[in-house]
């Protein structure tokens, strides 16, 4: 098994934090989104979609998409449930990932894509698009903040998938230049919970820093509990996308 990993990108992340959260160890080859090795022949063979990150099983089986990555995992080990234990609960957490990820993770992308100098050889940028999903995502925050105020996490009691999903989401605020209103005190006091977690500090590490489109050969593991702490640099790597290169993609879709 292989997880191809995109270092401090906020999938791959999501990713890292699922596997620390369950103490699963899993050999990791980085890819260098910043010089294009997404776009390789060899990691396009992989992914057509060339998007980060992506799972590769022993029997040669290829799952790309970070929440069809963590049910595999879940499935592998199911403790701590991550996805709910039974009918009411599994439904309501993906109630919440999804409410998260579409209203939260998507704003804030688009944020970033069409707005950072950073993405506009990845991404054919559209400014107003960017600046029109920067209500949305503060619309969805204001709806989030309402709900946190009589319970610990996203989906209830429990620690979850969405919990995760919203901890990228709004680490991914600053690369994308959006401030957390400070009158959204239970999103701070759920953050700074979530955030000391040390499964948040497992998406940290770096990767791939070599600026060359081809897959890295080494292969590292995923660090369980590593400490070193976020600083959510890892676009301005971007600034250095070699250009001649040609990284401009036909696949445009919002992540
Ligand atoms: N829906 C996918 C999105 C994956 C995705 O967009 N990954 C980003 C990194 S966060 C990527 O690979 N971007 C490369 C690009 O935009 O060219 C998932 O949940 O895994």
Redesign the pocket.
């Known amino acids: 098994m292989k997880l191809y990993d995109?270092g401090r990108?906020?999938?791959?992340r999501r990713v890292r934090i699922f596997l620390a959260e369950k103490g699963i160890d899993v050999p990791v080859e980085p890819v260098d989104?910043g010089a294009g090795a997404?776009k390789s022949d060899a990691f396009t063979a992989l992914n057509p979609m060339?998007?980060?990150?992506v799972l590769v099983l022993d029997d040669g089986t290829v799952i790309?998409?970070?929440?069809a990555i963590c049910r595999y995992f879940e499935g592998l080990r199911p403790e701590p449930p991550l996805f709910g234990r039974g009918g009411k609960e599994e439904a309501l957490v993906e109630m919440w990932n999804r409410r998260v990820e579409l209203n939260l993770y998507a704003a804030v992308s688009a944020v970033f894509r069409h707005l950072h100098p950073a993405m506009k050889d990845?991404?054919e940028q559209v400014p107003e698009w960017g600046e029109a999903n920067k209500p949305r995502a503060l619309d969805f925050l204001a709806f989030l903040d309402g709900e946190l105020r009589d319970r610990l996490f996203i989906a209830g009691d429990h620690f979850t998938v969405a919990d995760i999903t919203g901890l990228v989401s709004v680490d991914f605020m600053k690369p994308a230049k959006l401030e957390l209103p400070v009158e959204f005190t239970n999103i701070s006091r759920w953050h700074a919970q979530v955030s000391s977690r040390p499964s948040a500090r497992a998406g940290d590490r770096r990767c791939g820093r070599r600026a060359t489109a081809s897959l890295p050969r080494r292969t590292m593991r995923v660090a369980v509990e590593t400490g070193h702490g976020s600083d959510m640099r890892w676009p301005l790597q971007l600034h250095h996308l070699p250009r001649r290169l040609g990284l401009r993609?036909s696949l445009r879709s919002a992540?």
């Open positions: 995109g990108a906020p999938n791959p989104l997404h060339q998007r980060l990150p790309a998409e970070s929440i990845m991404e993609s992540p």
